[in-house]
């Protein structure tokens, strides 16, 4: 029993120091994960209600011109918030390193740390795979769930549009259609009570014919009824009165010499009066949807192309309308999310060389100082991407991981030269 007692006693102390991974897991890892990631949380959300107040009037805008409800606007606001997301992830590493890795230097938990026998390099582990996390959440953020979300804020959008369309409300407004407008005034009571299909009474519409001519259609109602599989709007018109204006210009506003004879309007058969006019008790017409509300499918606008179809532009199964898209745009594109997922790599190496830097004197300035340092690197890759997308996709990647490789070495370099500022207090001493 005495051997083994004495064998014990030595075991234990070489395997404390023979396992400074499993100290670095429970002292040091744990709290800092948890820390790094209340303060990340918390400088996301903050970033976020920022770019949400200063988006507010445009989404307040759309919400209002497409009729849409409240509970639409939500939708429309939860929507928006993943487009800040790639941009506010490496901002908000930078924030919860920094002032974790400075309140575990001012309480000297890092000196303890190193005290026991952990290197100097071990503490960059935690941060490292932190960075990696967040590198993967910006891709995804940046590349699969902002361009769903800007699809799906048209797709709420258009299907607010299209009920208001063809469903009675209680409200006189303007439906603008391409370069056509029509003002549909409040409707009655009695119609609203009814289950009929939608009639409106008293339509206005102002069509445009060139640039001389315009045509006002007036009627005493009008009942429309939407046909979603087909994508075409039933519309009967009842009364109907059609007059066709010439826009003449005041001579006085030509100048001398010119003449101020108008195109005739669009050549019809008759009279005068018949050419300019047109009367009809009842019309029915069938019209595509799309002609009154536009709806282009996902892709075309190229900001709703996901990463992965952005990488595979020439896949048999990609997206019909990718095939007729800038493929300089699409390289410019595909570079701007990747480089915003690199400076989630970079974003704690900066953290910590700001903490190394951080004295008694410009400790007020050092974590702005970092944060702006990091936004002027994005900004001029960004510069840098959109100089090198007519090169090609494989130059522009170069490029990126060039840039990144250089500035974290750099860092490195520095944490390597002030690690003694990294582990000792600078702030407080006893």
């Not at 519409?205 to 001389?212: C, K, Q, V």
């Not at 004879?261 to 018949?274: M, V």
């Not at 949807?289 to 282009?296: G, K, S, V």
């Not at 900004?379 to 990144?404: D, F, K, Q, Y």
Request: glycine share 4%; proline share 8%.
């Amino acid at each position: 029993m005495t051997v083994s007692t004495s064998q014990d006693r030595t075991a234990h102390p070489a395997g404390l120091f023979a396992t400074p991974f499993a100290w670095l897991k429970q002292l040091c890892v744990r709290l800092f994960v948890r820390s790094v990631l209340g303060q990340a949380g918390a400088a996301l959300l903050l970033v976020e209600a920022i770019f949400l107040a200063e988006r507010f009037p445009m989404i307040f805008r759309d919400v209002i011109s497409h009729h849409a409800s409240l509970f639409d606007g939500s939708l429309i606001v939860l929507l928006t918030s993943p487009q800040i997301l790639d941009f506010a992830l490496p901002l908000a590493m930078v924030v919860a390193v920094y002032r974790t890795v400075l309140q575990m230097r001012e309480n000297r938990e890092l000196l303890v740390l190193s005290a026991c026998g952990l290197a100097p390099g071990t503490f960059i582990l935690p941060p490292a795979f932190l960075a990696v996390v967040a590198m993967v959440l910006s891709l995804t953020a940046s590349g699969i769930i902002n361009p769903l979300a800007l699809y799906a804020q048209r797709a709420v959008l258009f299907d607010a549009a299209y009920q208001n369309l063809t469903t009675a409300t209680g409200q006189s407004q303007f439906i603008f259609m391409g370069n056509r407008v029509a003002f549909v005034p409040q409707e009655s009571l009695q119609a609203r009570a009814s289950n009929a299909p939608m009639t409106r009474q008293h339509l206005f519409i102002y069509e445009p014919l060139d640039s001389t001519h315009f045509r006002v259609v007036q009627s005493d109602s009008v009942r429309t009824s939407g046909s979603e599989p087909e994508n075409l709007l039933g519309v009967t018109v009842a009364h109907m009165t059609s007059h066709i204006f010439s826009d003449t210009p005041d001579p006085q506003d030509n100048p001398a010499g010119q003449s101020t004879a108008q195109p005739p309007p669009p050549a019809t058969t008759g009279t005068e009066d018949d050419r300019t006019t047109f009367y009809a008790d009842t019309a029915d017409k069938i019209i595509p949807l799309n002609d009154i509300l536009p709806f282009p499918p996902r892709g075309e606008p190229e900001t709703e192309l996901t990463l992965p179809e952005l990488l595979l532009p020439a896949h048999p199964q990609a997206l019909p309308q990718m095939n007729a898209s800038n493929p300089v745009l699409l390289v410019r594109l595909m570079g701007e999310r990747l480089s915003r997922g690199l400076l989630c790599l970079l974003a704690p190496l900066v953290a910590l060389a700001a903490v190394s830097q951080t004295t008694q004197r410009n400790r007020s300035i050092a974590l702005p100082a970092s944060c702006m340092g990091l936004l002027a690197f994005n900004v001029g890759t960004e510069s840098l991407i959109r100089a090198m997308a007519p090169v090609g996709l494989v130059a522009e990647l170069l490029l990126l991981l060039c840039l990144t490789a250089t500035l974290a070495g750099l860092l490195l370099a520095a944490l390597r030269l002030g690690i003694s500022r990294l582990l000792l207090p600078q702030l407080l001493r006893a």
